[in-house]
């Protein structure tokens, strides 16, 4: 029996599944996991160069993995225009004042993580920007990325008018003659397209190696990458290249974009850039076997497709149901043909006819192709009718959680619900519904729409409060999850919708020792204390990739 080259001791140890175990430590020779032993057998395992680490009454934990993520985008607007951090539209508008005066070379001031719920309607003025840069194009995102805000300079050089049409994807707001607003919603956003400056290949590789510093530090030591292909850059270059320069520390499943403007022929496209990139050999680090589709919008601009409709601010049914972005009939083919080639679809279903509209297709691809391995993914699912639980299991489709939003804020209450017909505060998040249905869950953030931080996100799936809110459980306490439920979505679960399952995921012998190790245990916390837990450590291929006290 080799000797550990890391010991882990001290401290419970959590598997991936069930109830953490208490009294074993965990050996790791070279990059893998080699034994979980009772604590009293430690020393046949430590040799002269063994690195004991004492978890302190800690938890080791496999290391978490983000099922839905936009890395490479989060990366750039953390180096760029970064409006997260603003608490209202003052410091929203101060900050960009800041960046402009900063930054006197730059053409464009691009950046975003503006909060819909900090301007009247969601909808921030073009007046706002022109106040404080009227000299040169702003072009900034929402949080959620589903709104763009335009002052006046980049309206004219996109040379978007009154007389400028809605596309059919899309909305923009509009003063009492037509003349846009300042908020573009959804597609809207793309006429902007042609006049954007894109973004330079070396600045999205260090927004990449940022965003991996930022969520290494969170625990992370895998994703899927929502979105490469697609936007304004290439992510899939950007990978390439950190794959080849020995920069990407960790596993990367990349979501082929589907142009919803195209056609069925992307099927093919996909599978032969798939292919090739395997063909490398370095799909263990960087692979691209799924296929994103977005089917709806946000229901905070209204546009995640509904069964029922909007009301609106009086509380009368308007005649808008929301965006469908493909044909229901054409997004059964496509699944069922990318089904067939054994490509993975990770689908954006926000709204309950979205969601519908998702597992039914892949119901027809279980129909026309039988059982596969694709695991399929809905995310988000934050309206579901509840009939529709049920049918996550038999169909092997996986629920992706964003569970940070599963609890009453702002922009849910103000800008969503208001909206939404009578009783649909009870279907949102149905989490608890879904794990009663037998559903399989995995979990992500949608960084940099909101925090990457599992922790953060745990502490809400477990209480569907945010910390020190006085608020009810959103959707009622039946819809909150075991801790120990929550926490394998963050791992085992995110690693089987990843096709990493055989070798991440878990604390287990031969398994990779990409393990994080939290202070103190979240197990030994109160529910309302569960965020005070932190990661003291990053473990990647047994290195140590994070350390706090460093």
Known sequence: MPFADVLFTG?????????????????????????????????AWIGEHTRIVDLDGGLLSPGFQDGHIHPVSGGVELLMCNLSEAVNAAEAVATVQEYAAAHPEEPWILGGGWSMDHFPGGSPLRTLLDDVVPDRPVLLQSRDHHSTWANTAAIQLAGIEATTADPADGRIEREADG?????????????????????????????LLRAQQELIALGITGWQDAMVGGGSG???????????????????????????????????????RRDALAAR????????????????????????????PYRDEHGRDTCNHGLSFIDESRLTDYVVAL??????????????????????????ARLANGPSDGRHQLAHLQVVEEADTGRFAPLDAIANIQSLWACHED??????????????????????????????????????????NPIDAIHIAVNRVSPGSS??????????????????????????????????????????ANVVVLQPDPFTLAPEEIHRATVASTWIEGDLAYSRSA
């Open 11 to 43: 401290g419970a140890v959590f598997t991936g599944i069930g109830i953490p175990v208490r009294g074993q430590a965990v050996a790791i020779v070279g990059e893998r996991i080699a034994g979980i032993f009772p604590e009293s057998e430690s020393g």
């Open 179 to 207: 003349t846009p607003a300042g908020t573009f919603h959804e597609g809207a956003g793309e006429l902007f397209s042609d006049v954007r400056p894109p973004t330079d290949p070396d600045f999205a590789y260090l927004g």
């Open 234 to 272: 290439d992510a899939c270059a950007v990978y390439e290249r950190a794959v080849a320069e020995g920069t990407l520390r960790v596993h990367v499943v990349g979501a082929q974009w589907w142009e919803r403007t195209g056609g069925i022929e992307q099927v093919g496209l996909m599978v032969d």
């Open 281 to 308: 050999g370095d799909s263990d680090r960087f692979s691209l076997g799924t296929a994103k589709i977005m089917v709806d919008g946000v229901a905070e601009n209204h546009t995640a497709s509904m069964l029922t």
């Open 339 to 364: 089904d067939d080639a054994g490509l993975q679809v990770h689908f954006h279903a926000l709204g309950d006819r979205a969601v519908r509209n998702a597992l039914n297709a892949i119901e027809a």
């Open 411 to 452: 922009q849910l209450d103000e800008l969503t619900l208001p909206f939404l017909q009578e009783g649909a505060e009870a279907r949102q998040y149905p989490f608890g519904d879904l794990v009663r249905h037998g559903a399989r869950l995995a979990a992500g953030s949608d960084w940099p729409v909101s925090s990457a």
């Open 471 to 512: 608020a009810e459980p959103l959707g009622g306490g039946h819809q909150r999850l075991a801790l120990e439920t929550a926490m394998a979505a963050y791992t085992s679960g995110t690693a089987y919708a990843n096709h990493r399952d055989h070798d991440t995921g878990y604390v287990r012998e031969g398994y990779l």
